[in-house]
């Protein structure tokens, strides 16, 4: 067990890629704290997890964080790793994108890591291994058209990774960011549901369009996502820091 007792926060825990990270960490001992705002999914992962702790908050609202943080605290002791993992994903052409909707991404995909890893940032500080881990997007490192909010979301989430990593390089603290491609989950469920209302497409044809991005044309599993964040939350990454991972079949950036 290469994180045995270590305390790992899991924001968008209760579902999808969130959900595989924290399995993927409690397999190697850690100690989690699922955070989302729906209790009864963090709940029922939470339930798949020995000790875990769940702590609903919105991660848009500092004042929710810091409530979710102190009661993480209060469960399993301080932070040792955080996972950003939280985020929405509209899609819409760019004229049609609404400033609530441009406002809304940015809350979640990107002024969140801000309230989340100043939250924690003491206790990551602190620990002999602090770990920030972000899951990005591709979208953080190339553009998609339909969704410019989610890329500028994703690239500024890349970039705050960069910056921690650099401010904090002569600590044992490391910072990095995790980029899939299309990955077999609800977001991506919505994506095809929205392809087919717009388009009149079957659900195959959709998941086409989605897939062609990815040289091996097929959508990713959670779980490989969730073992690249694994990965970096190992002690032995400790010199890998500042990093974009891609996660994506070979699609070139
Ligand atoms: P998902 O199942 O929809 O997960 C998103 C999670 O974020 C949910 O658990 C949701 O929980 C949580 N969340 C959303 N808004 C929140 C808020 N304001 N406060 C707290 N939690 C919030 O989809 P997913 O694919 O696993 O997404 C996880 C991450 O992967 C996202 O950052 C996404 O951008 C990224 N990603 C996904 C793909 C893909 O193709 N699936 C590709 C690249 C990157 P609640 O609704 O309960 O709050």
Not at 142 to 160: C, E, F, N, Q, R
């Amino acid at each position: 067990m290469r994180l045995e007792h270590v305390h790992a926060v899991v924001t968008g825990g209760g579902s999808g890629i969130g959900a595989a990270v924290a399995q993927a960490l409690a397999a190697e001992g850690a100690r989690l704290t699922l955070v989302g705002r729906r209790r009864d999914a963090l709940d029922a992962v939470a339930a798949t997890l020995p000790g875990a702790h769940v702590a609903p908050a919105d991660v848009a609202d500092r004042a929710a964080v810091d409530a979710a943080f102190a009661s993480a605290r209060a469960a399993h002791g301080p932070i040792s790793i955080l996972i950003n993992n939280a985020g929405v994903a509209p899609s819409a052409p760019f004229a049609r994108v609404t400033a609530e909707a441009w406002r809304t991404t940015m809350a979640v995909n990107l002024d969140a890591l801000f309230h989340c890893c100043q939250a924690a940032l003491p206790d990551l500080l602190a620990a002999p291994a602090g770990r920030i881990v972000t899951v990005a997007s591709t979208a953080g490192v190339k553009g998609y058209g339909y969704t410019a909010p989610y890329v500028a979301s994703k690239h500024g989430a890349i970039g705050l990774m960069r910056a921690l990593a650099t401010e904090f390089a002569a600590t044992p603290l490391t910072a990095n960011a995790v980029c899939p491609g299309f990955t077999d989950t609800d977001i991506v469920g919505q994506a095809v549901a929205n392809i087919q209302a717009k388009t009149g497409r079957s659900a195959d044809e959709a998941i086409a369009e989605l897939t062609r991005y990815n040289p091996q044309k097929r959508l990713i599993e959670p779980a490989e996502v969730a073992e690249a964040v694994l990965w970096l939350c190992l002690p032995a990454s400790r010199s890998v820091t500042g990093q974009a991972v891609m996660v994506a079949g070979g699609e070139v950036m």
